[in-house]
């Protein structure tokens, strides 16, 4: 089992819409928790920290669930330039930090 | 410099040559990590730097990668004998340790194209 999950996709969405992405991690040690977001071809860019609390950005809200060790990333009134794949990143605490990227959700939002 | 700085961005060499790619972290980071990403896959974790502890090498896929870090800021990755299944994109990332809640962030990489 891979220790941070993510549906692959891809998701197709018009503009507009709503979609969630989730990613599960398995190791309980785990401390921080990102998301990131990857346009094609471009680095990888930080798009928000995720809070047991939840926190929110303009259109996007992160929630962390740590009794069921997930994460999930909500995307509201969804556009085009929201096009990109999107990675859940975790932070073990293994005597120094540890960190684990998800393989990435690629979404495309279509006119 | 602002952000992370890597060169090249572009290399193409011949197999069975050696390449070096240099990564100049945000200035004051002290954690460096190496990633290469093949096209449409996802990071492979190389190998991270903290302070001056020895390096986690454990992500390097052969004995032909090396990677070092002077003076606790530039590194520079070294890869022997190159072969085609070396081609990616290899990215570097900084962050400051401990505080991990910040993230990392990323250069643009570089692309590396073996022939």
């Known amino acids: 089992r891979k220790e941070v999950e993510q549906d692959p996709g891809p998701f197709n969405v018009p503009e507009g819409a709503t979609v969630a992405f989730n990613c599960t991690y398995s190791n309980s040690a785990s401390q921080s928790f990102f998301w990131y977001r990857q346009d094609c071809r471009k680095e990888p860019k930080l798009l928000m920290s995720v809070y047991s609390s939840g926190n929110e950005d303009g259109r996007f809200t992160a929630q962390l669930n740590r009794a069921s060790q997930y994460i999930s990333l909500l995307i509201r009134d969804s556009k085009l330039s929201d096009s990109a794949t999107y990675l859940c990143v975790v932070n073990i605490w293994a005597g120094g930090f540890k960190t684990i990227f998800g393989a990435g959700t690629r979404l495309f939002v279509k006119a | 410099g602002a952000g992370v700085s890597q060169s090249p961005s572009n290399k193409v060499t011949e197999k069975g040559k050696d390449v070096e790619l240099r990564c100049d972290p945000i200035s004051g980071h002290t954690a460096l990590y190496w990633y290469r990403q093949s096209l449409g896959q996802g990071l492979e974790f190389l190998i991270y730097f903290q302070g001056n502890s020895a390096p986690d090498k454990s992500g390097l896929p052969s004995d032909r990668f090396s990677a070092e870090r002077t003076g606790g800021s530039v590194s520079t990755l070294t890869i022997q004998r190159t072969q085609q299944e070396d081609s990616a994109v290899y990215l570097c990332?900084?962050?400051?340790?401990?505080?991990?809640?910040?993230?990392?962030?990323f250069g643009s990489g570089t692309r590396l194209t073996v022939v």
């Open positions: 990332a900084s962050s400051h340790y401990g505080e991990a809640n910040y993230g990392y962030t």
